[in-house]
């Protein structure tokens, strides 16, 4: 948990998505889910709110983010408070902008979806990758595309991991945030980082201040 205040370029990660939130201008309420003290403390500090402390079973590292946004929404229900839009902003996602917020509310307005998130695509063509085997060797993932120009495959997409708009009372009823009507935002490779690893850290740095 930690990593969502280890300082990014001098200020906690975090603050990066609770200044966007705040700055958008869109949120009646601005807060911050967590099951840690020293994160509520410092998420506090940066102007959100802290209305629970998340339970410790919706607070490993293999709980799905789709958990933690109906517990959040079932807690603010039985405080007799319902949203017609909720949006899921994830706690390290620095290179989040006002611009896409807005888009994505309007997005999931215009179209009635259940959910808008942000995706981008993947850098190489997925249809042409490869796995290592048990002996050691290459193998393709999909062999039929052995032949197939790079030019001639579809684009795919992965999730950005930014945020996530969802139309609460359609979500209250599935719990899903991949739904079939889901619709993107789409954004450049270039406003995208993954942050697990210290690579990955040293990367969206880099990439912040080449951005900034």
């Excluded at 410092?42 to 517990?71: K, N, Q, Y």
Aim: aromatic share 12%.
């Amino acid at each position: 948990p930690d990593k969502n205040i280890r300082p990014f370029l001098g200020k906690p990660v975090i603050q990066y998505s609770i200044d966007a939130a705040i700055k958008s201008g869109l949120f009646s309420k601005v807060i911050v889910s967590t099951d840690s003290e020293d994160i509520a403390k410092i998420a506090i500090e940066c102007g959100a709110e802290v209305p629970f402390i998340r339970p410790h079973d919706l607070s490993d590292d293999v709980t799905p983010v789709r958990d933690v946004v109906h517990h959040a929404l079932k807690y603010f229900q039985q405080e007799n408070i319902s949203y017609e839009y909720a949006c899921c902003i994830l706690a390290t996602a620095p290179f989040i902008r006002v611009e896409d917020l807005k888009k994505g509310l309007h997005i999931i307005k215009e179209k009635k979806a259940t959910s808008v998130f942000t995706v981008t695509t993947y850098a190489f063509p997925i249809f042409r990758a490869l796995k290592i085997s048990k002996n050691n060797q290459l193998e393709m993932f999909w062999p039929e595309h052995k032949l197939t120009r790079s030019n001639d495959l579809p684009e795919a997409y992965h999730d950005a991991g930014q945020f996530y708009w969802l139309d609460t009372t359609k979500f209250l009823k599935t719990s899903e945030i991949f739904t079939s009507d889901a619709v993107p935002v789409i954004l450049p490779r270039f406003m995208v980082q993954d942050i697990d690893t210290e690579e990955d850290w040293e990367i969206a740095e880099k990439m912040y201040r080449a951005n900034d």
